[in-house]
């Protein structure tokens, strides 16, 4: 039999087992789907957060107290001001209310003298949630306060720029694509554990799995070159982790266009060309990760101790990952040599809207799958020692 040939029927075996193993395609499809959707909820979460504190009820506890104060809130866009309860701290304690606003009886006598007017807001700063509505409700405060503040610099015949020393004028030289970029810098993250989980399965069941089993044993009796073994259960559990990939990407961006990235200030621009080079990008890692996978898991005398160093393995593409979302790596394609970092770099200017030169793509592919086989040649070479054949 040819070493080619060979190659291939190990392929469709254990691809044939993995796809057998029912338990095992659920568990790879459910890895690679939870995290677009936890991905997918996260972001609407923050959009209506976000949503919410545009439209506001709030609680005011002596609105009697400060009438032209409240009827100046209530023409603020989506302010609409409700009685607060007898108890304002019991309310926002036990989370009835995210805020409420207190205006001290002495608030007009207050204002009349040109002294500061005492008001009190009541919030929990632990609970993400109202923190938006907090933040609204204190800046339309500042800006009632600065408003009268000015008019009455006015009434004495001072210009209210002098009580103003500087002017902060913000200039933002994002584009739209740059600030969606940013918030989808954890999408190559997901695709690459979808590439690690997709593969591990029949990696480790045709290694550490069938030396448990004693069954390596019987399939390396057969007249099947090493390196033909390795690469054929190499490549089962490569395409294994490739069509996870796809399924995430697929999963991930129908859960990302329905999520209301209006509500956050963002226009979801996300073209064709784009995706498919991120899949340009994460594909050759696929091949990598499962020779990683397959090479560790030849050590392991069994399916649990496989899992284990597994569990130290997984944070080999996560650290570049949660790296890119601390620190960017865009506009760096010089990092395309070295595997997994080069692909969350490209990635980055994929995203960010300005795509590197194709001769990128190709050194990041290259290198991935170079550094690959060098894995599946070292897994042929431990196949021949009687310590991994025999071992218990």
């Not at 995706?275 to 560790?296: D, E, G, Q, R």
Request: aromatic residues 6%; positive net charge; proline residues 6%.
């Amino acid at each position: 039999m040819s070493g080619l040939r060979a190659l291939f029927v190990v392929f469709r075996k254990e691809l044939v087992d993995g796809v057998r193993d029912r338990r095992s395609l659920l568990s790879m499809a459910f890895a690679a789907a939870v995290s677009p959707v936890l991905f997918g909820i996260m972001f609407t979460v923050v959009a209506e957060r976000r949503k919410s504190a545009d439209a506001i009820v709030l609680p005011v506890a002596g609105a009697q107290h400060a009438p032209a104060f409240i009827d100046w809130m209530q023409q603020q866009t989506g302010v609409v001001i409700v009685p607060a309860p007898a108890n304002p701290e019991a309310a926002v304690r036990s989370r009835d209310e995210d805020v409420i606003l207190i205006i001290d009886p002495d608030f007009e006598r207050a204002m009349a003298r040109a002294v500061p007017a005492p008001v009190k807001l009541v919030s929990d700063v632990t609970r993400d949630g109202s923190r938006p509505k907090v933040t609204r409700v204190r800046n339309l405060v500042a800006a009632y306060s600065q408003m009268i503040g000015g008019l009455r610099l006015i009434t004495r015949g001072v210009a209210p720029g002098v009580a103003t020393a500087v002017r902060v004028d913000e200039v933002e030289v994002s584009n739209s694509q740059q600030r969606l970029a940013t918030q989808l810098s954890i999408l190559p993250l997901l695709l690459v554990l979808a590439a690690l989980t997709g593969g591990m399965q029949i990696a480790i069941d045709s290694t550490a799995g069938e030396r448990e089993r004693g069954s390596l044993e019987a399939l390396l009796l057969n007249p099947v070159p090493r390196l033909a073994l390795a690469a054929g259960k190499w490549l089962a559990a490569a395409t294994s982790g490739c069509v996870a990939v796809v399924f995430s990407m697929i999963l991930t961006i129908n859960v990302m266009r329905r999520v209301p990235w209006h509500d956050i200030g963002i226009r979801f621009t996300v073209s064709d060309a784009a995706l498919l080079s991120l899949l340009a990008l994460i594909l050759p890692l696929a091949l990598l990760l499962s020779a990683v996978v397959l090479c560790a898991s030849t050590f392991a005398r069994s399916f649990k101790e496989a899992q284990s160093y597994l569990s130290m393995l997984m944070l080999v593409p996560m650290l570049p990952g949660i790296v890119s979302t601390m620190y960017p790596l865009a506009n760096r394609p010089w990092l395309a040599p070295i595997p997994v970092l080069g692909q969350y770099a490209l990635a980055a200017d994929v995203l960010g809207g300005s795509p590197p030169a194709p001769i990128f793509y190709v050194v990041a592919g290259v290198s991935a799958v170079a550094v690959a086989i060098a894995l599946v040649w070292t897994t042929a070479r431990l196949l021949t020692r009687e310590s991994i054949v025999f071992g218990r």
